[in-house]
């Protein structure tokens, strides 16, 4: 069973940092795009950060540019989020997924592009 399993999320006050973990399972995702999306209560889900099979290359939504990074490690078949200067506006809950079909995807943002998604982790960030 393939599973991709998030952690890392949590309760932190503005301006602090924190560091979302997907460590996949029952398949290896090395040669395929990842991404992070996120979804706050009551919007829908959107885009937040996406990554080539090699790391080579990356994309951010420009709400988050410049303060979080993505990055992977395929040896261990996990890809991260490095999330800094948070805002309570970065309150969601985050999605890792993983698109199959291809190793650099030029849908990146779009949640459809990607077959395979966790179950989210919750981050919350106060004033």
């Known amino acids: 069973q393939v599973q991709l399993v998030e952690s890392g999320g949590g309760l932190v006050q503005a301006g602090a940092s924190l560091r979302l973990s997907c460590a996949a399972s029952?398949?290896?995702?090395?040669?395929?795009?990842m991404g992070w999306f996120r979804q706050a209560p009551g919007k829908e889900r959107e885009f937040v950060a996406a990554?080539?099979?090699?790391?080579?290359?990356?994309r951010y939504a420009d709400s988050v540019k410049g303060r979080f990074t993505i990055s992977r490690d395929n040896a261990k078949n996990t890809v991260y989020l490095q999330m800094n200067s948070l805002k309570p506006e970065d309150t969601a809950v985050y999605y890792c997924?993983?698109?199959?079909?291809?190793?650099?995807?030029?849908?990146?943002?779009?949640?459809?592009?990607?077959?395979?998604w966790g179950q989210g982790t919750q981050v919350t960030v106060s004033l």
């Open positions: 990554i080539s099979w090699n790391g080579g290359s990356t």
């Open positions: 029952g398949r290896t995702f090395s040669g395929n795009a």
């Open positions: 997924a993983a698109d199959s079909r291809r190793k650099n995807s030029d849908s990146y943002s779009t949640g459809s592009s990607y077959d395979y």
